[in-house]
């Protein structure tokens, strides 16, 4: 086999960052899984916290649809600063007019809308809280106590008095990431509030590790931080590569997450299809 020539485009929501293509784009055979793979290596490939296959097919259930999968090649349901580039990405290039649209993914329907500032508000839909509002889980010798919640993907929350170390980060966000209780792997929360309205977070993203901004992670921090009365019910969420505003209208339920999506830059990447075929 030839090489290849895939067309590709690099975006980032507050630096989390990702490679998206076209389906229509991508050549037969190939193995999505081992291509995110490769271009999310930022050794050998074009670096990126996950891979975007974008799907532009309209079909009965939703407007547009996607695949999304981690840097280590692993799926992942929903992302939040993901979507917010894919609905830049589709509106930006032509592919609808319209500033609300609606997305199938893995963690089901999801509607963004472009707002007129030029950030993206994304509907993340209705969490999974837990029965539980807090839990212990034992590392070594370190008790963390923490809460569970699914947006869309599952998230550990672990609140701080003080921001955790670099030392402790890499230590523990892996350690808890893969622990046993979590079959499916976990994205892990090292979350302090400042005030009812702000909270500082730091993120180990389940099949990325460290990222300087999660979406479904700061919809899970302040969803955790309100059921355990510590914030209102909209907050600012500051993570090492900005700030999100997150709000949760109990009324319906919902998770609404607001923040930049930027373009990088585009390009072609010389593909040897031998390296990521089925």
């Given at each position: 086999?030839?090489?290849?020539?895939?067309?590709?485009?690099?975006?980032?929501?507050?630096?989390?960052?990702?490679?998206?293509?076209?389906?229509?784009?991508?050549?037969?055979?190939?193995?999505?899984?081992?291509?995110?793979?490769?271009?999310?290596?930022?050794?050998?490939?074009?670096?990126?916290?996950?891979?975007?296959?974008?799907?532009?097919?309209?079909?009965?259930?939703?407007?547009?649809?996607?695949?999304?999968?981690?840097?280590?090649?692993?799926?992942?349901?929903?992302?939040?600063?993901?979507?917010?580039?894919?609905?830049?990405?589709?509106?930006?290039?032509g592919?609808?007019?319209?500033?609300?649209?609606?997305?199938?993914?893995?963690?089901?329907?999801?509607?963004?809308?472009?707002?007129?500032?030029?950030?993206?508000?994304?509907?993340?839909?209705?969490?999974?809280?837990?029965?539980?509002?807090?839990?212990?889980?034992?590392?070594?010798?370190?008790?963390?106590?923490?809460?569970?919640?699914?947006?869309?993907?599952p998230?550990?929350?672990?609140?701080?008095?003080?921001?955790?170390?670099?030392?402790?980060?890499?230590?523990?966000?892996?350690?808890?990431?893969?622990d046993?209780?979590?079959?499916?792997?976990?994205?892990?929360e090292?979350?302090?509030?400042?005030?009812?309205?702000?909270?500082?977070?730091?993120?180990w993203?389940?099949?990325?590790?460290?990222?300087?901004?999660?979406?479904?992670?700061?919809?899970?921090?302040?969803?955790?931080?309100?059921?355990?009365?510590?914030?209102?019910?909209?907050?600012?969420?500051?993570?090492?590569?900005?700030?999100?505003?997150?709000?949760?209208?109990?009324?319906?339920?919902?998770?609404?997450?607001?923040g930049?999506?930027?373009?990088?830059?585009?390009?072609?990447?010389?593909?040897?299809?031998?390296?990521?075929?089925?």
């Amino acid at each position: 086999m030839t090489a290849y020539v895939l067309p590709f485009e690099k975006m980032h929501g507050l630096g989390n960052d990702f490679v998206i293509i076209e389906r229509r784009h991508l050549p037969a055979n190939l193995n999505d899984k081992a291509l995110s793979r490769l271009l999310c290596d930022r050794h050998f490939g074009l670096g990126a916290d996950g891979l975007i296959i974008v799907d532009l097919s309209i079909s009965r259930d939703a407007d547009f649809a996607w695949n999304y999968y981690n840097a280590d090649g692993s799926d992942a349901e929903m992302c939040g600063n993901g979507m917010r580039c894919f609905a830049k990405y589709v509106f930006e290039r032509g592919f609808t007019d319209d500033y609300t649209f609606s997305v199938l993914t893995k963690a089901g329907i999801i509607k963004p809308l472009i707002e007129s500032d030029g950030t993206v508000t994304v509907d993340m839909g209705v969490p999974e809280l837990p029965e539980k509002t807090k839990e212990e889980i034992k590392i070594d010798s370190r008790i963390f106590d923490y809460t569970y919640i699914e947006v869309g993907n599952p998230h550990c929350i672990i609140f701080l008095d003080k921001d955790i170390s670099d030392s402790d980060f890499y230590l523990y966000g892996p350690r808890i990431e893969k622990d046993k209780r979590f079959p499916n792997g976990v994205n892990v929360e090292f979350a302090r509030i400042l005030n009812s309205k702000e909270i500082k977070c730091r993120v180990w993203e389940r099949g990325c590790g460290p990222t300087l901004a999660c979406g479904t992670g700061a919809c899970a921090v302040l969803l955790a931080a309100n059921i355990n009365n510590l914030s209102d019910t909209s907050a600012s969420i500051n993570l090492p590569g900005g700030s999100l505003n997150i709000r949760w209208d109990k009324n319906s339920n919902h998770v609404f997450l607001n923040g930049p999506a930027a373009f990088v830059y585009t390009g072609q990447f010389n593909l040897d299809p031998k390296l990521v075929s089925s």
